[in-house]
């Protein structure tokens, strides 16, 4: 089965809008980790946002944010204020109990324009 | 803080010829990783090393794929003989042990071409 889901191949979002990346996963270790990365056309793959599944908040970092709703097992990376460097293919992992390695979902570009 | 550097970027060689490429991960991190990234899909993981020693390497195709980390700090992932299906980005990443969230921070990839 499939641990890490994204459904949306591809969108379109216009500059200075914000845009929702959806993501769900499929686990039975209560500890675990989700992440968001970005990889641009150039290749090497940027870490955006880390979410723990027992913390309490969701997860910020600038105009990144995750939206983590633990009963459906989503973990949706939302931006805010699209610049055009936002265009990119963004992939969501996932990390089980003490394994360290990160299962990825297909991923999902998004398209900024201006 | 230097990042994970990986050589070559990219790569073309025929099936059947080997070929190698090298990581360099961040000062200080015990843990190794290296991925296959197939056009259009997510990062696969090949092999993870913890120091020295090999933790993961249930995806590797060990007939023809392997990897080695001899002082614990450099990488080499090897393919011999290429086969086309091996045509990927090769991904290495590396993180700090012991870190509740074990961020990965990865290398900009060797692109594989084999024709």
């Known amino acids: 089965a499939q641990k890490i889901t994204q459904t949306q191949p591809g969108m379109f979002v216009q500059e200075k809008e914000a845009v929702t990346l959806d993501c769900t996963y499929d686990t039975s270790d209560p500890s675990y980790g989700l992440f968001w990365y970005k990889q641009p056309s150039s290749g090497e793959m940027i870490f955006l946002i880390y979410q723990g599944s027992y913390d309490q908040q969701n997860a910020t970092e600038g105009r990144y944010s995750l939206n983590f709703q633990k009963a459906r097992k989503s973990a949706n990376l939302v931006i805010s204020a699209s610049q055009l460097g936002d265009s990119a293919m963004y992939f969501c992992a996932m990390r089980e109990g003490d394994d360290y390695k990160l299962s990825f979902g297909a991923g999902t570009t998004v398209t900024v324009r201006a | 803080e230097a990042g994970v550097a990986q050589s070559p970027r990219y790569k073309i060689i025929e099936k059947r010829q080997s070929v190698a490429f090298w990581c360099n991960p961040i000062?200080?991190?015990?843990?190794l990783y290296w991925y296959q990234q197939i056009l259009g899909q997510g990062p696969k993981l090949l092999i993870q090393f913890q120091n020295n020693g090999v933790v993961d390497d249930s995806q590797l195709p060990k007939d023809r794929f392997s990897a080695e980390r001899l002082k614990g700090v450099d990488s080499t992932l090897k393919i011999q003989p290429a086969k086309l299906e091996d045509s990927a980005v090769y991904l290495c990443?590396?993180?700090?042990?012991?870190?509740?969230?074990?961020?990965?921070?990865f290398g900009a990839g060797t692109r594989l071409s084999v024709l």
């Open positions: 000062s200080g991190h015990a843990t």
């Open positions: 990443a590396s993180s700090s042990s012991g870190k509740a969230k074990n961020i990965q921070y």
